[in-house]
């Protein structure tokens, strides 16, 4: 087990699906100090901003010394730019070496938001990206059929 998934230890389905990239549920206070302890540097929230959450994920996340980054996904297929959005995000981080903790409630929708990262952006086939995203805890079907169809159509738009 790696420092980073030593932080996140008691957050449900924490995994490390990549090196340097953690993922899991709801963190708490202790788990953003930790996770800064380990090196961590960037933090997203795939939460909407209305959902309550334990934390004021904003201010204490900022607070740790972490990066606070925000990208609603929800918990229906989300648009194309939200998957974007992640894949940009996750680049800008990780390729220039920064440690990322991705989260949302459970981990259903992190793990489907990272989907069409891992087949497009890490060279992962579809079926060890929904592999990946399921160890993660992405129970949901629509979510998953809706990542993959958004990596087909990313690849279509990109050898058109």
Same mark, same amino acid.
């Given at each position: ?5 030593? /932080?996140?230890?008691?957050?449900? @389905? ?9 993922? %899991?549920?709801?963190p ?5 100090? &930790? ?22 994920a904003?201010?204490?996340?900022? &607070? ?5 980054? @925000? ?11 939200t ?7 996750? %680049? ?11 989260y949302? @409630?459970s981990?259903n929708?992190?793990g ?15 079926e060890e ?17 809706? /990542? ?7 690849? %279509?738009?990109?050898?058109?």
């Amino acid at each position: 087990m790696t420092k980073l998934l030593d /932080a996140l230890a008691g957050v449900l @389905n924490a995994r490390e699906p990549l090196p340097g990239l953690v993922s %899991g549920g709801q963190p708490n206070l202790d788990h953003l100090a &930790a996770l800064k302890a380990a090196g961590c540097a960037v933090v997203v929230d795939m939460r909407d901003a209305m959902e309550p959450q334990p934390i004021d994920a904003p201010r204490d996340v900022r &607070a740790a010394g972490l990066e606070y980054i @925000n990208i609603a996904v929800p918990h229906v297929v989300p648009a194309d730019g939200t998957f974007q959005s992640v894949r940009e995000t996750l %680049g800008r981080t990780l390729d220039k070496g920064r440690s990322v903790f991705a989260y949302c @409630n459970s981990g259903n929708r992190v793990g489907a938001a990272l989907i069409p990262y891992f087949v497009l952006d890490r060279g992962l086939s579809e079926e060890e990206a929904v592999l990946r995203a399921m160890q993660m805890g992405t129970r949901s079907a629509e979510l998953i059929d809706g /990542a993959i169809a958004y990596v087909r159509r990313a690849r %279509g738009a990109s050898s058109g």
